[in-house]
């Protein structure tokens, strides 16, 4: 069975511009929640989408943004990025999203120069 | 908001030590789950406690939630150089949620 998978792995952005994340979940997994982590801030929520619905939202601003497609494939989006945006994204996929075992992605490692 | 709060940051330990982290709420958590994060990894589900002071053991690693659900502990007896990495605990909320609050995490370190 195929893992979550992340991509891309790796990205160099400038300050201004906007990037798309993209999160494949395991099959079958209806629930993606998505977490930047940061040195400082450790692991903070961003959002959960079940069957393409935000269900849950962190305290990030709205320039963090998301979506879950039909198949349960999510990308989240960060417009206008700024210095401090540099993190470890990161995608974990469960069954139902109802407190069980949360499968995470390798992560996406977003530079922003 | 909701805060868990995971004591140390730190750990060095010599190979053969044994290893604590403490996970601390000032509210009742609905569950408590661990994860442990390899250095350049992402974190990996350990395990799930739900009731009221549940101890659950995987080999060396036993796993306590408090009588009041408001702390709970990971215990390593014995350390191995493979259990180098970080230690998450994380609050999984009430009812159909994927939403997990993470503590700070603690970073053991095992010397050989």
């Known amino acids: 069975k195929a893992g979550v998978t992340q991509t891309p792995r790796y990205l160099i952005k400038t300050r201004g511009q906007q990037v798309t994340l993209s999160c494949s979940p395991i099959?079958?997994?209806?629930?993606v929640s998505w977490y930047q982590q940061t040195p400082g801030q450790g692991l903070q929520f961003l959002f959960e989408?079940?069957?393409?619905?935000?269900?849950n939202k962190g305290n990030f601003p709205g320039r963090f943004s998301g979506r879950q497609f039909s198949n349960s494939r999510s990308e989240m989006n960060v417009s206008t990025l700024e210095l401090g945006d540099s993190a470890l994204y990161l995608c974990?996929?469960?069954?139902?999203?109802?407190?069980?075992?949360?499968?995470f992605g390798q992560g996406t490692r977003l530079t922003v120069v | 908001g909701q805060q868990v709060m995971q004591i140390p940051q730190y750990q060095h330990v010599q190979e053969g030590e044994d290893f604590t982290t403490y996970c601390n709420s000032s509210?009742?958590?609905?569950?408590i789950q661990w994860y442990k994060q390899r250095p350049g990894g992402h974190p990996v589900f350990l395990i799930q406690?739900?009731?009221?002071?549940e101890v659950k053991k995987q080999k060396r690693l036993t796993f306590q939630f408090g009588e009041a659900k408001k702390n709970s502990s990971l215990h390593i007896t014995a350390t191995q150089t493979t259990d180098v990495g970080t230690y998450f605990c994380?609050?999984?909320?009430?009812?159909?949620?994927?939403?997990?609050?993470f503590g700070q995490g603690t970073t053991l370190q095992v010397k050989p």
């Open positions: 989408y079940f069957s393409e619905t935000q269900r």
């Open positions: 509210t009742t958590l609905s569950n």
């Open positions: 994380a609050e999984g909320g009430s009812g159909n949620t994927g939403k997990l609050i």
């Open positions: 406690l739900v009731k009221s002071g």
């Open positions: 974990a996929s469960s069954l139902q999203g109802d407190n069980t075992e949360a499968f």
């Open positions: 099959s079958g997994h209806r629930s």
